[in-house]
């Protein structure tokens, strides 16, 4: 059974950081390039963070660049984001997913996500 478990949200003040974690099981991430997206109330969902399947490469929404950090550990078969500098526009249910095929800044090209976890960025 595929899953992706993601951990380490929480209320946080503006200017501190987090660390949110993804654990895959049933699947090996090393196949599939992943990312992080968030979803707002009364937003749509909307990208944060890719990495490519070895971790050469990432890649980021304007938004977070400079402040977030994309990592993985495919022994371990996990994801990471490192988030400094919060703001409370960042508050939101965080999710990975596991890339299909197709532009990867779209939602729709990811069939493996994980049901979230709640970030709060107090001001």
């Known amino acids: 059974q595929v899953q992706l478990i993601e951990s380490g949200g929480g209320l946080v003040q503006a200017m501190g950081s987090l660390r949110l974690s993804c654990a895959a099981s049933?699947?090996?991430?090393?196949?599939?390039?992943m990312a992080w997206f968030r979803q707002a109330p009364g937003k749509a969902r909307e990208f944060v963070a890719g990495i490519t399947w070895t971790g050469d490469s990432t890649y980021y929404a304007k938004s977070v660049e400079d402040r977030f950090t994309i990592s993985r550990d495919n022994v371990e078969n996990m994801v990471y984001l490192n988030m400094n500098s919060l703001k409370p526009e960042d508050t939101a249910v965080y999710s990975c997913?596991?890339?299909?095929?197709?532009?990867?800044?779209?939602?729709?090209?990811?069939?493996?996500w994980g049901q979230g976890t709640q970030v709060t960025v107090s001001s």
């Open positions: 997913a596991a890339h299909g095929s197709g532009n990867y800044y779209q939602p729709s090209t990811y069939i493996y």
């Open positions: 049933g699947f090996t991430i090393s196949n599939y390039r």
